[in-house]
């Protein structure tokens, strides 16, 4: 892969996954985006695709986010590891929340496969 492809590549994840920090609360929105045997690590332990789905019913939206040293892996072909540090702000939180994600996505179009907070953070 180029670096202008990995490039590309790289901001077309960022882009996706700040519709996932976006969309907290839409449960419509991660039925359609996360692959069927995704899995994802939340407060409440490792959840499959339906068990975050339904945990969105309750998820405060965040009203802002920021992604900082975004850095993508390609793991094989259509699958790719995207890491960064992130800072999350809710209007019910007085402290920001703070975290290490990794995000692993596949196939075309893309689609969460597995993945660490934010989407249940507190």
Do not use: C
Request: proline share 5%; no cysteine; aromatic share 8%.
């Amino acid at each position: 892969m180029s670096i202008k492809d990995k490039t590309d590549d790289l901001q077309a994840l960022l882009e996706m996954e700040k519709s996932f920090w976006m969309s907290a609360g839409d449960q419509g929105f991660y039925r359609k985006n996360m692959a069927p045997e995704g899995k994802v690590i939340m407060s409440m332990g490792v959840l499959d695709k339906w068990g975050v789905v339904a945990s969105m019913s309750d998820a405060e939206p965040w009203e802002s986010f920021d992604i900082h040293n975004p850095a993508l892996v390609e793991v094989s072909d259509g699958v790719a590891a995207l890491t960064y540090n992130a800072i999350g702000r809710r209007k019910a939180d007085r402290d920001a929340y703070r975290a290490n994600i990794l995000s692993v996505l596949q196939g075309s179009p893309r689609r969460l496969a597995a993945g660490s907070p934010p989407a249940d953070a507190h």
